[in-house]
């Protein structure tokens, strides 16, 4: 898995998961396709919880609605961001888990709104890598 940024969307794998013609642009129909894929393909390992999580904060973050597996996403967040042998695998494990409290938060708001969510704009690899090398 080539993971560019702490995020559970900032992956490979997550990608790779996500069934649409454009994932910048990914559709309601599409979002609804790569979650359901996502959830009954992939084991709940840590790496397949990371990206079953991923799948449902991207389709959020593009504004789309995913209710069907929210609970199931909050329960696999919660049970990563207090699993220390798997934060530990990270470089920066406190923002590793700080990213999960966020997206945890996220898609808590998203239940409270039906399972919509909210619009935000997603960092791409290379817009990723130009800030770390402006560091």
């Known amino acids: 898995m ?9 992956n ?13 642009k990914i559709t309601q129909e599409e979002s609804d ?11 709940n390992t ?11 904060i991207w389709c959020l973050r593009k504004g789309n609605t995913v209710a069907k597996y929210l609970d199931e996403a909050i329960l696999f967040a ?3 961001k207090d699993n220390q042998k798997y934060l530990n695998i990270w ?11 966020m997206e945890i938060s996220e ?11 909210e619009k935000k704009h997603i960092p791409g690899l ?8 402006a560091k």
């Open 2 to 10: 080539g993971a560019w940024s702490e995020a559970s969307c900032g």
């Open 12 to 24: 490979d794998d997550c990608w790779d998961n996500l069934d649409a013609d454009n994932i910048h």
């Open 46 to 56: 840590n790496q397949g919880m990371e990206t079953k999580i991923g799948v449902v």
């Open 107 to 117: 898609m808590e708001k998203a239940v409270a709104s039906n399972g919509q969510g």
């Open 33 to 43: 396709k790569s979650i359901e894929r996502a959830f009954n393909k992939l084991n």
């Open 91 to 101: 470089n920066r494990a406190t923002v590793r888990r700080n990213q999960l409290v």
């Open 126 to 133: 290379f817009e990723i890598f130009a800030k770390e090398m």
């Open 78 to 80: 919660n049970e990563l």
